[in-house]
């Protein structure tokens, strides 16, 4: 089921991800990225989630993507994120995050996905 009409439009959406390039509402990223209602970030460290702080207020669930395959984060980063940006992360594949982040932007959740390449 195609959920993209139901997103406003100048959101963004992510629309592929393959060989290494995600695609996000038509701007192609080679890189790890941080994708939000209205912003796209680079992720050069994704051991740090400092990116995230001054959007704390702006999202509830972090997606964290991690890559081809689920690799679960510890509890430590899950609370650590939890603590001090107030953000409830949940891990999955990028193909999963991706499918979920645009799910839950059709329903106006304040969700970001946090995709990583590897």
């Known amino acids: 089921m195609d959920v993209t009409p139901l997103i406003r ?3 963004k959406i992510i629309q592929s991800y393959r060989g290494g390039v995600f695609k996000v509402s038509g ?3 080679t890189t790890s990225i941080i994708v939000m209602a209205e912003h796209v ?4 460290d994704q051991s740090n989630f400092e990116i995230l702080r001054p959007f704390s207020g702006e999202v509830d669930v972090l997606l964290l993507g991690t890559g081809e395959k689920l690799v679960m984060p510890s509890p430590a980063v899950k609370r650590q994120v939890k603590d001090e940006f107030g953000i409830i992360l949940e891990a999955m594949d990028n193909g999963a995050a991706s499918r979920t982040y645009n799910v839950l932007l059709a329903e ?6 946090a995709l990583t390449l590897t």
């Open 9 to 11: 439009r100048d959101a």
């Open 27 to 29: 701007e192609a990223f």
């Open 41 to 44: 970030l680079e992720w050069p």
């Open 108 to 113: 106006g959740r304040k969700v970001a996905a």
